[in-house]
């Protein structure tokens, strides 16, 4: 793996932008099919393709702030989407290694077994901060179209952004 890669202002900003884009997404209304299916979780995507691709890109503030702004906007506790999207970013960066070259099959289920950590870990915090056991099947019912939505987010990476230095191209 090419380690080379140094962060310009305009890859910064693409990453910044993508993360802020995939926050507002996620907490929008979208309505998909009438309501039957869920807003995938963008955030984890971005996270997940530029941690593997591009650490330098997306640094660990942006994350931090684009879980704090996600929090604010759902209106619930304050730090838990910003702890799981850190935690996640790390645990990317230090699994990278092993997803270089990978085919798109490795990726999808390493992003399932990092997403579904991920979606653990926040349902397991705001079942803490609430008092109550949180309803686990809507959540997993979304992070089941998120694991649909990646390979399709990961094709349009590959051949728009990571094609400037491909590590994760196979």
Do not use: K
């Amino acid at each position: 793996m090419d380690d080379r890669h140094y962060a310009t202002s305009g890859t910064v900003a693409l990453a910044t932008t993508l993360m802020l884009v995939s926050v507002i997404l996620m907490v929008t209304p979208l309505n998909l099919f009438g309501g039957l299916v869920p807003t995938p979780f963008f955030p984890l995507i971005v996270i997940f393709l530029f941690g593997l691709d591009r650490p330098a890109d997306l640094s660990p503030f942006v994350t931090f702030a684009a879980g704090i702004i996600q929090d604010l906007l759902f209106g619930a506790a304050i730090g838990p989407w910003a702890s799981v999207y850190l935690l996640l970013h790390a645990a990317i960066i230090w699994q990278r290694g092993y997803f270089a070259g990978r085919d798109i099959t490795v990726l999808t289920t390493g992003f399932a077994a990092a997403g579904f950590a991920a979606m653990t870990l926040y349902w397991f915090e705001m079942s803490i901060l609430s008092d109550r056991t949180m309803p686990f099947f809507a959540m997993f019912w979304q992070f089941m179209v998120t694991v649909v939505v990646f390979p399709v987010c990961l094709i349009f990476f590959r051949r728009t952004i990571a094609r400037q230095r491909p590590s994760l191209v196979a």
